[in-house]
């Protein structure tokens, strides 16, 4: 299994552009196309394996409509599903696209599984106007068995790093024993 596709979901704004743009390239540019679906690909080695990744990241989501949701939901391995600390709405919205992922993969799965998600809490350099805990993020993710982490494309480099790697493994061993 070489190849691995993850989506990104969330609000419009709330950073999903600038989280993959970080991972793929290490730089934070402040301005992203958000008028397009994009699909990014990048070859990269994690534990010795050779992997193709491609990540859909699509245009505006701001009205959460389901129709925007089905064909990444069909399509990925793996979802990075992105929020604003300092915005509770998109809190709210990443809830709701949680909840839809798990029962869209109900329907053609045909029970409980253990989708590879992380939930990411972006935006932390805005702590001082912060409208979610990082105990609310901690718990959402807990709720829906996924990996969660606070960061700042803005600011941070590592922990997004980190963060995709872990998603990736997940997805290579959900892949592998599915
Ligand atoms: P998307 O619609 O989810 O893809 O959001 P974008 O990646 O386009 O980001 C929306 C806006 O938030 C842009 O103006 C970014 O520069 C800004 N932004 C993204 N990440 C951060 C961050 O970690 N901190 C701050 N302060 N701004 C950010
Ligand atoms: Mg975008």
Known sequence: ????????????????????????????????????????????????????????????????????????????????????????MSFLNAKNILHQIKESRRETCKGEVDIPICLVGNKQDLCHSRQVSEEEGRCLAIENKCLFQEVSAAENYLEISNLFTKLIRHVMDYVKYR
């Open 1 to 88: 299994m070489n190849d691995i596709k993850l989506a990104l979901l969330g609000s419009e704004g709330a950073g999903k552009s600038a989280v993959l743009v970080r991972f793929l390239t290490k730089r934070f540019i402040g301005e992203y196309a958000s008028d397009t679906n994009s699909l990014y690909r990048k070859r990269l080695s994690i534990d010795g394996r050779q992997l193709n990744l491609e990540v859909f990241d699509p245009c505006s989501q701001s009205r959460g409509s389901r129709c925007i949701l089905e064909e990444p939901v069909e399509w990925a391995d793996g979802f990075v599903v992105v929020y604003t600390i300092s915005d509770r």
